[in-house]
Nanobody
Framework: QVQLVESGGGLVQPGGSLKLSCAAS????????VNWYRQAPGKERELVAR???????NYADSVKGRFTISKDNAQNMGYLQMNSLKPEDTAVYYC????????????????WGQGTRVTVSS
């Protein structure tokens, strides 16, 4: 059983910073990718950033240059550093991990965090 726990959300003023964390626990072989999504009130969930097992990163245009995604495989952690936050970044943020459960698996399973709320307001 794999569980994800997110942390780091909160209330921040425009221009401020937050760092979201996603901790994976349980029994698995490897974390092959980390995605961060967000869902603002009344909007669909959108992909904010992703990092692959080869450390390639992609970002939504709206966050490029402001957000940085990273992962620490040794600690089973995923991170999203958010700088220069804007009111339009207000949303619930979800981490999504692509996990290989055993060394014998040739596919990845999806796991989701519970979500952490980020509010950017003065």
């Amino acid at each position: 059983q794999v569980q994800l726990v997110e942390s780091g959300g909160g209330l921040v003023q425009p221009g401020g910073s937050l760092k979201l964390s996603c901790a994976a626990s349980g029994t698995f072989f490897s974390i092959n990718g980390v995605n961060w999504y967000r869902q603002a009130p009344g909007k669909e969930r959108e992909l904010v950033a992703r990092i692959t097992d080869s450390e390639r990163t992609n970002y939504a245009d709206s966050v490029k240059g402001r957000f940085t995604i990273s992962k620490d495989n040794a600690q089973n952690m995923g991170y999203l550093q958010m700088n220069s936050l804007k009111p339009e970044d207000t949303a619930v943020y979800y981490c999504n991990l692509k996990i290989r459960l055993t060394v014998y698996d040739d596919y990845l399973d999806d796991y989701w965090g519970q979500g952490t709320r980020v509010t950017v307001s003065s």
